[in-house]
T-cell receptor
Framework: KAGVTQTPRYLIKTRGQQVTLSCSPI?????VSWYQQTPGQGLQFLFE???????NKGNFPGRFSGRQFSNSRSEMNVSTLELGDSALYLC????????????FGQGTRLTVV | QKEVEQNSGPLSVPEGAIASLNCTYS??????FFWYRQYSGKSPELIMF????GDKEDGRFTAQLNKASQYVSLLIRDSQPSDSATYLC??????????FGTGTRLKVLA
């Protein structure tokens, strides 16, 4: 069974640009959560989608947005990139909303220069 | 105050010893608790989860939960150098949000 797939694995962007990250959950999983991981702050929750609806949102500015498609695949968008957005972005999928454990993808390493 | 707190470490234990990793949480509405292991440069991988008070054992790992004290721990028996990693504690809040601690770095010395 395929795991959680995130693309791309690495990205380098310039300040002010926007970026879109993709996450394909484990087959049959309907919940996708996104996290930002930095050395100083650890894993911080961005948002969670379940059945194409955003169910939870963390404390990030509106530049961070996402969506989920009918096949449960999810995308995360960051507009007007700032240097501080450089981080590892992880998505995790679970069968249902908060019902079971979440499994992580390999992450997308975003560097903003 | 962070919602899930862990000692950042490093926690150093000799090979074959028991490693004890601890975590406290502030949200009494938290339903379930998870332990993830993260090797440097890799994504977190689930070790085990617990939602009832008491102990839960899986191989060399034992998770302990005390809801009255808002305390979760992970014991690793017969620690191996391959167990050296950062261990993340996470809670599932009453609003279905996963909240992670900043992790404890474990070093198992051969």
């Amino acid at each position: 069974k395929a795991g959680v797939t995130q693309t791309p694995r690495y990205l380098i962007k310039t300040r002010g640009q926007q970026v879109t990250l993709s996450c394909s959950p484990i087959s049959g999983h309907r919940s996708v959560s996104w996290y930002q991981q930095t050395p100083g702050q650890g894993l911080q929750f961005l948002f969670e989608y379940f059945s194409e609806t955003q169910r939870n949102k963390g404390n990030f500015p509106g530049r961070f947005s996402g969506r989920q498609f009918s096949n449960s695949r999810s995308e995360m968008n960051v507009s007007t990139l700032e240097l501080g957005d450089s981080a590892l972005y992880l998505c995790a999928s679970s069968i249902g909303q908060g019902l079971t454990e979440a499994f992580f993808g390999q992450g997308t390493r975003l560097t903003v220069v | 105050q962070k919602e899930v707190e862990q000692n950042s470490g490093p926690l150093s234990v000799p090979e074959g010893a028991i490693a004890s990793l601890n975590c406290t949480y502030s949200d009494r509405g938290s339903q379930s608790f998870f332990w993830y292991r993260q090797y440097s440069g890799k994504s977190p991988e689930l070790i085990m989860f617990i939602y009832s008070n008491g102990d839960k054992e899986d191989g060399r790992f034992t998770a302990q939960l005390n809801k009255a004290s808002q305390y979760v721990s992970l014991l690793i028996r017969d620690s191996q150098p391959s167990d050296s990693a950062t261990y993340l504690c996470a809670s599932l809040s009453g609003t279905y949000k996963y909240i992670f601690g900043t992790g404890t770095r474990l070093k198992v010395l051969a």
